[in-house]
């Protein structure tokens, strides 16, 4: 239970706390060919950044025309992406650092993501970071996906914080904008440079318009503290 006041963050997984777009791309690349749609680029990926795995499958049923059902391609993508992230997958250093500073000073924290709940633990023990959140919520687990704010209102009941007194960090427009309607602060660290002047982003407290190479953890956590409703 947070108490009354105190701050929470709450963190994206996918291209906030971790560079897993690599790859998702991968992992989407390989299923597309595998039935019959080659030529599946980066560019064609980043246009699914920030949505779900299962959103993003829907698309994909839609825009390339996949007979095969929602719960088979899901799975299989979850199969193929899992196999690449339990080989490699990158913590950004500032962000790592991030986290420590977070738990040095006993600020509750939880992981609110897209991915599936196997990706997220796959993901959060592979890099270490499981002794770090032990809270975090799947899409899967909530009614609706991103823009939509349930995710992170789940994080925020399992950690026993109140919306106002929660801080999301997210990479994607999407997200955002979910934390928006959540009622949380939020910074913003856009994956995709060139998508920072969605309108979207202009809802972050805090825009760190060049990304992961202009995140600090001391520019952040000066900002959430700095930031913090006054107690009434």
Same mark, same amino acid.
């Given at each position: 239970?947070?108490?009354? #006041?105190?701050?929470?963050?709450?963190?994206?997984?996918?291209?906030?706390?971790?560079?897993? $777009?690599?790859? &998702?791309?991968?992992?989407? /690349? /390989? +299923?597309?060919?595998? /039935? #019959?749609?080659?030529?599946? *680029?980066?560019?064609?990926?980043?246009? !699914?950044?920030?949505?779900? *795995?299962?959103?993003?499958?829907?698309?994909?049923? %839609?825009?390339?025309?996949?007979?095969?059902?929602?719960?088979?391609? +899901?799975?299989?993508?979850?199969?193929? !992406?899992?196999? +690449?992230?339990?080989?490699?997958?990158?913590? !950004?250093? %500032?962000?790592?650092?991030?986290?420590?500073?977070?738990?040095?000073? #006993?600020?509750?924290?939880?992981?609110?993501?897209?991915?599936? =709940? $196997?990706?997220? $633990?796959?993901?959060? =023990?592979?890099?270490?970071?499981?002794?770090?959140?032990?809270? &975090?919520?799947?899409?899967? %687990?909530?009614?609706?996906?991103?823009?939509?704010?349930?995710?992170?209102? $789940?994080?925020? /009941?399992?950690?026993?914080?109140?919306?106002?007194?929660?801080?999301?960090?997210?990479?994607?427009?999407?997200?955002?904008?979910?934390?928006?309607?959540?009622?949380?602060?939020?910074?913003?660290?856009?994956?995709?440079?060139?998508?920072?002047?969605?309108?979207?982003?202009?809802?972050?407290? +805090?825009?760190?318009?060049? #990304?992961?190479? %202009?995140?600090?953890?001391?520019?952040? !956590?000066?900002?959430?503290?700095?930031?913090?409703?006054?107690?009434?």
């Amino acid at each position: 239970m947070v108490l009354p #006041g105190a701050t929470a963050v709450v963190f994206d997984l996918d291209g906030t706390l971790v560079d897993s $777009e690599p790859n &998702y791309f991968e992992a989407a /690349r /390989r +299923l597309l060919a595998d /039935r #019959g749609v080659p030529g599946f *680029t980066w560019a064609d990926h980043e246009r !699914y950044v920030g949505i779900s *795995t299962q959103e993003t499958l829907a698309l994909f049923q %839609e825009r390339y025309g996949l007979g095969a059902p929602l719960d088979e391609l +899901l799975a299989e993508t979850n199969r193929r !992406y899992l196999e +690449l992230a339990r080989a490699s997958t990158l913590v !950004y250093p %500032e962000m790592r650092v991030f986290v420590e500073l977070l738990a040095g000073e #006993g600020v509750p924290m939880a992981v609110a993501s897209g991915s599936s =709940s $196997e990706a997220i $633990e796959a993901i959060l =023990s592979g890099t270490g970071l499981d002794s770090r959140f032990t809270t &975090y919520v799947s899409a899967d %687990e909530v009614a609706r996906g991103k823009p939509a704010p349930d995710v992170f209102l $789940e994080a925020a /009941r399992r950690l026993g914080a109140a919306p106002a007194d929660c801080v999301v960090l997210e990479d994607a427009a999407p997200g955002v904008a979910a934390a928006h309607a959540a009622g949380m602060r939020c910074i913003a660290v856009p994956y995709v440079a060139a998508r920072a002047d969605d309108p979207a982003f202009a809802e972050a407290g +805090l825009l760190l318009r060049g #990304g992961q190479a %202009e995140f600090t953890a001391r520019t952040a !956590y000066d900002w959430i503290m700095g930031s913090a409703p006054t107690p009434s």
